[in-house]
């Protein structure tokens, strides 16, 4: 069955009070099967949606649903990895905190790897360059510091990162998909057009996050929104009741 995919920015009626600064800048992406829905402009459904295909919005809305999809099925057996799940003993590699610097290779979004990234306790405050675009997938971050870091472009499908330090860090473009942000401190934080679905920030401290362009599922957005640390600017942002 073909998968169709509408990616719209929340309208002020659905989403926000009647009477507000600007309008959320992030985009709900809302998935369903069957035929690929209108646009309204006579791009009809059932013939492969060459509407969501044209530049633009739609085109990255429709990249985006795919992704998630995609991502879906990878890992229905397999969510975020919970704060009391029992995690293995630190690594003794005398050089593990360099291993961000090239990531895993194999792994990306289905979080497979043929050794464990364990980054716990390592500082990598106001690295600029070598984390850049490096794919995390399924790393251990907790109690490690990012902050000021550049992690635009990464991928951190299904890591965890329970306590750790991300004030400041630019995500922009990045791939933050069923991650643990647990009691992480994301103050600051930029999530620039970044792909944020499935993750789960509970105690997490997220004062003046941007969410600029973030692509996220209609159910994510709501349990996001319960974070009352999140500030007024960044809850218009997101199109937050």
Known sequence: MASSCVASTASAAAVTPRVRARPPRARVVACSAGGARGNGNGDGGGGGGSGLLAAGPKAVGG?????????????APSPVIAASQRLPPLST???????????????????????????????YTNE????????????????????????????????????????????????????????????GAIFKNTVLSGSTFNEAKMQDV????????????????TNTTINADSRIELGCR
Do not use: H
């Not at 969410?211 to 349990?223: A, N, P, R, S």
């Open 210 to 225: 941007v969410f600029e362009d973030t692509i996220i599922g209609y159910v994510d957005l709501q349990k996001l929104c």
């Open 63 to 75: 990249f985006a649903c795919g992704v998630l999809a995609a991502w879906a099925v990878a890992s």
């Open 93 to 123: 590699e005398p050089n593990r905190c360099e291993r961000a610097f090239v990531g895993n290779t194999i792994g990306q979004a289905n979080g497979v790897y043929d050794k464990p990234i364990d980054l716990r306790f390592c500082d």
């Open 128 to 187: 600029k360059t070598n984390l850049k675009g490096k794919s995390l997938a399924a790393a251990l971050m907790s109690d490690a510091k990012f902050d000021g870091a550049d992690m635009s472009e990464v991928v951190m499908s299904k890591a965890y990162a329970v306590g750790a330090s991300f004030k400041g860090t630019d995500f922009t473009n990045a791939v933050i998909d069923r991650v643990n942000f647990e009691k992480a401190d994301l103050q």
